[in-house]
């Protein structure tokens, strides 16, 4: 069992930026590929960023790349989320998750094992 818990949410305005931090505990933590996800309201969850194990592969959706950042510190079993350039689209409740894999860069929510509770970012334009 893996526990999620996701921080670092809140309202921004256009233009500005957040940090999403996300601590990992129970399994080894180096063993998952740990993703983001958002679910505005009325909408479905979609992905947002994935990184492998070492943290040397990312892969980002199209609506974020070049704003958003993804990284991991191992040693503290935490994964991050970097969002410069805030725009009121990005609006939604953001999602952690881990699957379990050290192979690939899963993207789809049902690929991934656990998720977090999520935490909300408004952005006002």
């Known amino acids: 069992q893996v526990q999620l818990v996701e921080s670092g949410g809140g309202l921004v305005q256009a233009g500005g930026s957040l940090r999403l931090s996300c601590a990992a505990s129970?399994?080894?933590?180096?063993?998952?590929?740990m993703g983001w996800f958002r679910q505005a309201p009325g909408k479905e969850r979609e992905f947002v960023a994935v990184?492998?194990?070492?943290?040397?592969?990312?892969y980002y959706a199209d609506s974020v790349k070049g704003r958003f950042t993804i990284s991991r510190d191992n040693a503290k079993s935490t994964v991050y989320l970097q969002m410069n350039s805030l725009k009121p689209e990005d609006t939604a409740v953001y999602y952690c998750?881990?699957?379990?894999?050290?192979?690939?860069?899963?993207?789809?929510?049902?690929?991934?094992?656990?998720w977090g509770q999520g935490t909300q970012v408004t952005v006002s334009s």
């Open positions: 998750a881990a699957a379990r894999t050290t192979l690939t860069l899963p993207h789809w929510w049902h690929e991934y094992d656990y």
């Open positions: 129970g399994r080894t933590f180096n063993n998952y590929a």
């Open positions: 990184i492998n194990w070492s943290g040397f592969s990312t």
